[in-house]
């Protein structure tokens, strides 16, 4: 991922070339080409030296697609460091979660959103992200191109 004043540029390279020479940029032609290219065309605007543009709006999160990405990453790295589901839900919704009986836990609105996040952090915890980077597959709220 390179940093732009545009935003952050996520391109996966492979590089067995030297800097300077030219080389081949392979593009994957399926439904999702045309984000694809205007990825590629914004990584060679960014190695020209110009600012890269905008992000293609189909890889642009809302605010609380934003958010929601957070909470699973937190959720899978708890839940990877072997901390109890409990803690980490009062981690992201504050601390008064350890103090509902099992019932109260069970029946709130936090237990039905955290084992919804805990659900998607599966897909991170998995090996997902791999998928991602490469855009075959699908994690939380958006599509990876």
Same mark, same amino acid.
């Given at each position: ?7 952050p540029l996520? &391109?996966v #390279?492979?590089? *067995?070339? %030297?800097p300077d ?5 392979f593009?994957?032609? *399926?439904?999702?080409?045309?984000t694809?290219?205007?990825?590629? !065309?914004?990584?060679g605007?960014?190695l020209a030296? %110009?600012?890269p543009?905008?992000?293609?709006s189909t ?9 929601r %990405?957070i909470? &699973?990453?937190? #959720?899978?790295?708890?839940?990877r460091?072997?901390v109890?589901?409990r ?10 979660i350890?103090?509902?009986s099992?019932?109260?836990?069970? =029946?709130?609105s936090?237990?039905r =959103?955290?084992?919804?996040d805990l *659900? =998607? ?8 992200? &791999?998928?991602?980077l ?6 939380? *709220? &958006?599509? =990876? !191109?």
């Amino acid at each position: 991922m390179l940093d732009s004043a545009a935003g952050p540029l996520r &391109i996966v #390279i492979v590089v *067995d070339r %030297q800097p300077d020479a030219p080389g081949t940029w392979f593009v994957i032609d *399926d439904g999702h080409l045309p984000t694809r290219l205007a990825c590629v !065309a914004r990584l060679g605007r960014l190695l020209a030296g %110009q600012t890269p543009g905008p992000l293609p709006s189909t890889l642009r999160l809302s605010s609380q697609q934003k958010l929601r %990405q957070i909470r &699973i990453l937190c #959720i899978a790295e708890g839940r990877r460091m072997g901390v109890a589901t409990r803690r980490i839900a009062a981690g992201l919704y504050g601390e008064r979660i350890l103090h509902l009986s099992r019932n109260e836990w069970r =029946a709130s609105s936090w237990h039905r =959103a955290f084992y919804r996040d805990l *659900d =998607a952090a599966g897909f991170y915890l998995n090996g997902g992200h &791999i998928a991602l980077l490469q855009g075959l597959k699908q994690g939380g *709220d &958006i599509l =990876a !191109a």
